[in-house]
DNA sequence: GCCGTTTTCGGCCCGACTGTTTTCAGTCG
């Protein structure tokens, strides 16, 4: 993709201006602007033929013709000049957590150290010491950075991050003084993947908190130990940072570590706009920088004139403009939910039978599920074939009559073959309530083979819904390379909808894509894709994605009851 | 390098902790 490769070069592109001590705001701009580019709903390829590349914020005139020069030539002068000076091995340092720009130019270029495995061997030795005033604690951080660096695979998944901090705060929640604790960061906002575990906590004997949190069992190192702010990494890999303030600051504090930082920036630079200044300590006006505001998240917003903001919309995309018009959007809520729509049982791959699934159902409070198993041709998760199929209908129909209070609808993930067929032919179809088709093979083919088997599925008219369309694995595998616009689009014109799969893993149609569906009036439905009981809790991660792309109640299938669903889907 | 309800020039968010420091730069969020 386009887009994820332009930021990615203005990232590095800004690391370089940072060593090279280049003016801070010129640096910023580079990041910002790689950041808007990576956020954006659409290929710039798209946004660039419709001739309104400028109009993306952080893009100017300079900008906009670095990333016309990359549409054309595949490459960006000014980069690749860049990198001659500075080469990859320079840049990878910085990748090393203690060590930004300044450090890593003295290693490269001062001590001479070409590679990562160099510059380990070397600060066992001993040997970096006194380049640019590095002493013995710092040889020791930069091996465990390394040493983290070596063993972490990225970022955390959203469940493994919710699991973790979950844990947490059961633990400190329970010492005596702790008055108030919450996740914040990018795990309140619901982002896909974690970097590291933020809490607030309220207290007044921040010093017995602080000595419990890098004492915890599972603490591998103490990365800082302070009064009010203290950051540990667990045996997991996983880094906690911790923040202890007063009463007074909490909704400030709050808000200022659950970022985004982008949007921190904004608020700020409306705060400085009316005179005010905002920390993490509250908002402040005047001279006496007396505080009129912090206690809570909803008093910062109030004072600066705006509505309450949700977590979720924090990316400074467009969010802090609708709450200055009070124009934002009522999101959808994991209580509106009426039902599941993707589900698989052990007929297929799963592990629950037909009744298992509706007891569990049952406790979500649900008035109805779609049974979706897979079909014939995915043999590897034991697809149905039509006899198999037309068996499990049957039994469905048989739980049915009982006047169960859990409606289960019959369904299936139907296999979009290489050509665009789809696996069970209409004559199987047609007895189905709900039909979702997925793309479970031939990922490599062209995005417009991809495409335009994608969009054949959608012309049968029993296709109700499209499972995960963009087929990615989050930290495994890329999605396949698929033409969102023309599906969006045609999403609409056949009024088939688009699911978010609610597996941590899998979280698509993404957030941005989310809202872009929206706007094109295509209807979402969020699907579990549950093999296990467990599962059915992944519900709340496919809300999540579905909040962080301004959705509301009326824009996902799975809020209506089951005689409004049955009206507004394909038939 | 971007941007405009003070501005087409002169601004551009704010603070904690660490290490090796005699008063602060570097890093991080």
Redesign the pocket.
């Known amino acids: 993709m386009t887009n994820q490769r332009i930021a990615e070069i203005f990232g590095r592109m800004a690391d370089i201006l940072e060593i090279k001590k280049e003016?801070i705001?010129?640096i910023?701009?580079?990041r910002k602007?790689a950041l808007n580019i990576e956020n954006l709903p659409e290929d710039v390829k798209v946004i660039n033929d419709r001739g309104t590349l400028?109009k993306v914020?952080?893009?100017?005139?300079?900008?906009?013709e670095k990333i016309r020069e990359f549409i054309h030539q595949g490459r960006i002068q000014a980069y690749e000049d860049m990198k001659k000076a500075f080469p990859e091995a320079l840049l990878k340092f910085?990748e090393?957590?203690?060590?930004?720009?300044?450090?890593?130019n003295a290693l490269y270029n001062k001590a001479g150290v070409k590679s990562i495995a160099r510059l380990k061997q070397m600060a066992k030795e001993g040997n970096i010491k006194n380049i640019a005033?590095?002493?013995?604690?710092?040889m020791i951080?930069i091996l465990r950075g390394i040493e983290y660096l070596e063993k972490s695979e990225g970022r955390a998944l959203l469940n493994v991050a919710m699991e973790t901090a979950n844990e947490i705060i059961e633990n400190l929640g329970k010492i005596d003084g702790v008055e108030r604790i919450d996740y914040a960061?990018s795990l309140r906002r619901m982002k896909e993947t974690i970097?590291?575990i933020?809490i607030v906590i309220e207290s007044k004997d921040p010093e017995k908190i602080m000595n419990a949190f890098v004492n915890m069992t599972n603490v591998k190192n103490v990365l800082?130990?302070?009064?009010?702010?203290?950051s540990v990494m667990t045996e997991e890999n996983i880094?906690i940072?911790i923040r202890i303030t007063d009463a007074e600051s909490y909704g400030a504090m709050l808000h200022y570590?659950t970022?985004s930082?982008a949007h921190?920036?904004k608020m700020?630079?409306i705060?400085?706009?009316k005179?005010l200044?905002?920390?993490?300590?509250g908002l402040y006006k005047g001279k006496g920088l007396k505080r009129i505001a912090g206690k809570t998240e909803e008093s910062m917003y109030k004072a600066l004139g705006m509505s309450y903001i949700p977590p979720e919309l924090r990316e400074d995309r467009q969010e802090i403009e609708a709450a200055r018009r009070n124009r934002l959007p009522t999101l959808v809520k994991l209580r509106d939910m009426k039902g599941d729509l993707h589900m698989h049982t052990k007929s297929s791959d799963g592990l629950l039978s037909i009744l298992d699934v509706a007891d569990t159902a049952n406790e979500k409070g649900y008035e109805y599920v779609v049974i979706t198993d897979h079909s014939k041709s995915l043999k590897i998760a034991h697809g149905l074939d039509e006899k198999a199929v037309m068996e499990n209908m049957k039994e469905i129909e048989k739980y049915n009559s009982g006047k169960k209070k859990v409606r289960l609808l019959k369904g299936c993930e139907v296999d979009i073959l290489n050509d665009g067929k789809l696996d069970y032919g209409d004559d199987i179809l047609k007895e189905m309530d709900f039909v979702i088709a997925a793309i479970h093979s031939g990922f490599m083919q062209s995005k417009k083979q991809i495409t335009e088997r994608c969009l054949r599925a959608m012309d049968n008219k029993y296709v109700n819904m499209i499972a995960h369309p963009e087929g990615r694995l989050i930290g495994s595998r890329k999605g396949y390379d698929i033409d969102m616009g023309r599906i969006l689009r045609h999403a609409r014109e056949t009024n088939t909808a688009l699911e978010i799969n609610a597996h941590p893993q899998r979280l698509e149609l993404r957030d941005v894509l989310c809202k872009e569906a929206k706007n094109l009036r295509v209807k979402l439905g969020i699907g579990t894709d549950s093999h296990s009981k467990g599962h059915f809790s992944n519900m709340i991660y496919g809300i999540g994605v579905a909040r962080r792309g301004w959705l509301e109640k009326k824009d996902v299938l799975n809020t209506f009851s089951l005689k409004d669903l049955l009206k507004i889907i394909k038939k």
């Open positions: 003016n705001f010129r910023r701009a580079y602007a400028e914020p952080g893009i100017g005139k300079d900008l906009a910085t090393i957590p203690g060590i930004g720009p300044k450090t890593a005033g590095l002493g013995d604690k710092t951080n960061g970097g590291d933020d800082a130990h302070g009064k009010t702010k203290s880094q940072d570590l970022g930082k921190n920036v700020r630079q705060a400085q706009a005179r200044k905002i920390n993490e300590y």
